[in-house]
């Protein structure tokens, strides 16, 4: 039978340890206090063939002011033609990319996912290593849905977490997932970095989104997109 985690059980009762301290109020937040800076957004999106040829490219960098709803398109280029709609609302090009962003850490972080809630943990193994993010030290905490019993039901496959460790605070999630919707498929996966601002404030970093979606008599349809946060200033 599969052990039950990823490397022992010290790794497994260390993780679960550390995930019960966990504070996600930074992560929760982040997009919250983007409005508090000026902030420049470079967003690239690709659409490719099954293969992985580009077919289609869009591409922006925006310049945000504080408190303001909209920012200003300082250069945008594309080539080809998305084929927007179905369930790749969160992926397909934006309709007016002038907008504040979309909150990712909503999408990619909803309450009490599988992994975290108590009741549904057994469906996976779990594993805990110290690390560092761009000097930061942090704890790099791993949950994989087992191959087996209630883990072949989990819609979330892979979910790693890195914890701040002087203050257990959430400042970076990666998340695969294989969802089932009717006679739609979809793979995916999705990260989401946060930084620290020079007044101490976790803003977003990079947010990263790559997904599959497979639809009857189709062929499938291939997305990702990448979005990076710089020059943050007061």
Excluded: C, K
Aim: hydrophobic share 35%; net charge positive; proline share 6%.
């Amino acid at each position: 039978m599969p052990s039950d985690t990823i490397t022992s059980a010290v790794d497994r009762d260390s993780a679960l340890a550390v995930l019960t301290s966990m504070r996600r109020t930074a992560f929760d937040s982040a997009f919250a206090r983007l409005s508090d800076y000026a902030v420049t957004r470079s967003v690239r999106t690709e659409q490719m063939t099954p293969t992985g040829t580009t077919t289609a490219v869009r591409s922006y960098e925006i310049q945000y002011q504080p408190g303001t709803e909209r920012g200003t398109i300082e250069r945008r280029d594309s080539s080809g033609t998305f084929r927007d709609g179905g369930l790749f609302g969160r992926v397909a090009p934006e309709t007016d990319p002038a907008a504040r962003p979309t909150n990712v850490a909503a999408q990619i972080f909803p309450d009490q996912p599988a992994y975290i809630e108590p009741r549904t943990r057994e469906a996976f193994r779990y594993a805990l290593r110290p690390g560092t993010v761009r000097d930061t030290p942090v704890y790099i905490l791993e949950a994989t849905a087992r191959g087996y019993g209630t883990g072949q039901d989990q819609g979330v496959r892979y979910a790693r977490l890195h914890l701040h460790r002087p203050s257990r605070q959430l400042i970076a999630l990666t998340l695969v997932r294989n969802d089932q919707v009717l006679l739609f498929g979809e793979d995916s996966r999705m990260s989401l970095f946060l930084q620290r601002t020079a007044d101490d404030t976790w803003v977003p970093h990079t947010s990263r989104i790559r997904a599959v979606l497979h639809v009857p008599f189709r062929t499938p349809r291939r997305f990702r997109t990448v979005s990076s946060y710089t020059n943050y200033r007061r």
